[in-house]
């Protein structure tokens, strides 16, 4: 590659004397083997391309490892990258087929055994649960490893976590997106373990308190549980609710609107433990034992005080990583801390892209389907573009803090804020576009003022309160920790509560996503004069590769739910409003959440549904056979059973309701008069229903 850089500038006037190689990052050769790798995984995850077998991937892999040895792996990168979207691929691949836990195919009744993994709750006094079955209808074969449900009304009181259960639920297959190109549950699912989910459909018998394999996991999420009603107890309302949601992650308590707000002023971030909460309780504890180990005489000359806090920081970690409910993107979070402390051990510089590219191999070598999940890509952006803006300014005097006065000092820190939270919005923003057809115009003036506030104050508070709650002394820091959160809540509600704090696109095509992160990988790898090119590039090609969908039409549940776009907001009929649908299909199409949807004319008979669209195009649901050539010659959209449709003579558009249910919902395009699916169909197990 270095050869071939060096070629293809040597003969052009301009840049005849430009040495591209001398212009890449230092330590470009282990970030472009990370950057193949997760390639590899992407394509096996995110797609649905056929691709050799395993076997024929190994041995493409171990030709690749053999090539590079014997040329000398240094001097040939395009090796290695090969290499490493060959490993990518064959990593993916292993995962998927190591998993064996069959999914159901359809929705039926059954009852079932089970182990209690979660029980948390939701809204409308509702419960989530999550079982890991034993028995289903008696038989311990054929069982789903997994399953989640929604329990409707009480649960009984002594429902732990570990306890063996009983009940009637009627399942059925994980939901796969809502809208074409949509975020896909059932991938999640499956990857989760998860082979169904349903509604519990009668009184929860309870056979065990507890298992003897379940012992020590239930015993720490009862902690968790235990550690959230004593800060509910402690403060009323959202402040509660926001305290149980930054220390062990039951965001249940907060309110609807609570939770808008703080997704319109950009802060959802502060409500989802990930990488800042776990940075933030790691830092606190190293810099705390650091200054206890230094002030000890005894501690000072025995041991080492930044190594022995590292190690003591990362226990901290782990408590908090098993506090929080061990997520998935707490775990990774808490495996990117891991690497940044042995860096403090090995006596590395801790804040280097060398340390965020081993964090991503390790990840994505145990969960090659982070490389799809909206965490892990705006965890990795936000990250690896503060690592690398620290980098090449960190060392200039506007970062050095802790010289000057007071003043002096406030001021640096509030413009290293600024700078920072400027530097990861701009780089998580195209996977927010992407990802939530929407990013924050205020997140930027937010964070500044509640990052600074959760990082100084909330989080050592909340760390102090937890420490403190096995010898009952907690309530020493509620009269701080209280109005602090107080702060926090009205942050949000200030600036998330404007009309104008969220900018809303429609959804766009994966090109957009795939150019972004390009765009970001090439600006991390280069440097100089290289990079501002890149990234001028990068800011001219990304929005000209922004394409929205032209879908005007989606219809659910059997025709039932029909949908059309509008200019503030869209119109529907059938269906309950405000549930999780309705917003999916608001974000699809660009409109804001907050707007109520308009309401579809829809005129029903015996024999048919007629849905009148506000565009004059007619959607009919047909019910009997006698009146299926009427409609058929009339109405543009025809619903109808997949056995009519030899019956259907005409331009209509054609679409059956057993398509709806396995592949919906339906998307059309009223101008072409196309159809896609919501939900992918191939070859990987997540969605080969049929």
């Given amino acids: 590659m270095q050869l071939l850089l060096r070629k293809a500038t040597k003969n052009l006037p301009v840049l005849g004397q430009f040495d591209a190689v001398q212009h890449m990052h230092s330590e470009w050769r282990l970030m472009l083997p990370v950057v193949g790798f997760g390639i590899g995984c992407a394509l096996y995850v995110a797609t649905d391309l056929p691709f050799p077998s395993l076997w024929i991937h190994t041995g493409i892999l171990f030709s690749c490892l053999f090539a590079g040895v014997v040329l000398r792996i240094q001097k040939y990168p395009a090796v290695v990258f090969l290499a490493a979207v060959s490993a ?55 069982l789903p490893a997994k399953v989640r449900l929604i329990a409707r009304g009480d649960v009984p009181e002594n429902l732990k976590v570990g306890a063996l259960v009983r009940l009637p639920v009627i399942l059925r297959p994980p939901q796969g997106p809502i809208v074409p190109g949509g975020f896909d549950f059932s991938r999640r699912s499956y990857f989760s373990g998860i082979g169904a989910e349903g509604f519990v459909a009668g009184p929860i018998d309870i056979l ?159 969960w090659p389907e ?64 992407y990802h939530f057809q929407a990013t924050s115009m205020v997140g930027l003036a937010a964070n500044l003022l509640a990052v600074p506030l959760t990082s100084l104050v909330i989080m050592p508070l909340l760390l102090l309160y ?30 998330g509560g404007e009309n104008y704090a969220v900018f809303h696109v429609p ?56 949908a059309q776009s509008g200019d503030e907001t869209f119109a529907i009929s059938g269906g309950r409003r405000g549930t999780f649908r309705d917003l999916a299909w608001a974000r699809f199409w660009g409109n804001d959440l907050a707007n109520e949807p308009e309401k579809l004319q829809k005129l029903c008979t015996m024999e048919a549904c007629v849905v009148q669209l506000t565009s004059g195009e007619t959607v009919a649901i047909v019910k009997m056979l006698d009146a299926l050539r009427q409609h058929c010659a009339t109405s543009n959209i025809v619903v109808l059973p997949r056995r009519w ?45 049929p």
């Fill in 370 to 433: 982070s490389v799809v999940s909206v965490g892990f890509q705006m965890s990795f952006a936000a990250t690896s573009a503060l690592v690398a803006f620290f980098e090449k300014y960190g060392s200039s005097a506007l970062f050095r803090i802790h010289i000057g006065g007071p003043v002096v000092r406030a001021v640096k820190f509030l413009l290293v804020t600024l700078a920072t939270t400027l530097v990861a919005e701009l780089a998580i923003s195209p996977f927010a576009l």
């Fill in 88 to 142: 990518g691929t064959l990593c993916a691949g292993l995962r998927i087929a190591f998993i064996d836990s069959p999914i159901v195919k359809y929705e039926h009744f059954r009852e079932i055994e089970g182990k209690a993994l979660e029980i948390e709750g939701s809204a409308g006094n509702s419960t989530r649960l999550s079982l890991e079955l034993t028995r289903i209808d008696g038989a311990p074969e054929g």
């Fill in 645 to 689: 449709k030899g019956y259907c003579k005409g331009s209509a558009l054609q679409i059956s309701e057993e398509d709806i249910e396995y592949k919906g919902p339906a998307a059309i395009d009223l101008a072409t008069g196309s159809l896609s699916w919501s939900r992918p169909q191939g070859n990987r197990p997540w969605n080969s229903l």
């Fill in 466 to 495: 937890t420490l403190l709650l096995p010898v009952g002394l907690e309530s020493l820091v509620v009269p701080v920790l209280e109005p602090a959160l107080q702060v926090l809540l009205w942050t949000a509600h200030f600036f």
């Fill in 208 to 366: 065990e308190d507890d298992g003897n394999e379940f012992e020590a996991w239930a015993a720490i999420q009862n902690v968790r549980i235990q550690v959230a009603d004593r800060l509910l107890n402690s403060m009323n309302g959202d402040v509660g609710g926001i305290a149980a949601a930054l220390a062990v992650g039951r965001r249940d308590e907060v309110s609807n609107a609570t939770k808008d707000d703080f997704r319109d002023a950009g802060l959802a971030h502060l409500m989802a433990i990930s990488g800042l909460h776990m940075g933030l309780v790691t830092a606190a504890a190293f810099f705390t034992l650091e200054l206890v180990i230094a002030f000890v005489p005894i501690w000072a000359l025995r041991l080492q005080p930044k190594k022995a806090a590292a190690f003591g920081a990362w226990i901290v970690a782990l408590g908090y990583l098993l506090l929080s409910g061990a997520g998935t993107s707490t775990i990774r979070a808490f495996i990117m801390v891991s690497v940044g402390l042995l860096a403090v051990v090995l006596d590395r510089r801790v804040l280097s892209l060398r340390s965020v590219a081993l964090a991503a191999i390790f990840i994505l070598t145990i």
């Fill in 507 to 562: 959804q766009t095509t994966p090109i957009f996503l795939v150019v972004s992160a390009f765009g970001l990988i090439s600006v991390l790898l280069t440097r100089g004069r290289m990079q501002v090119g890149i990234m001028a590039l990068a800011l001219l090609v990304a929005p000209l590769s922004f394409r929205p969908v032209h879908f005007g039409v989606l219809i659910d549940n059997g025709g039932r739910v029909v």
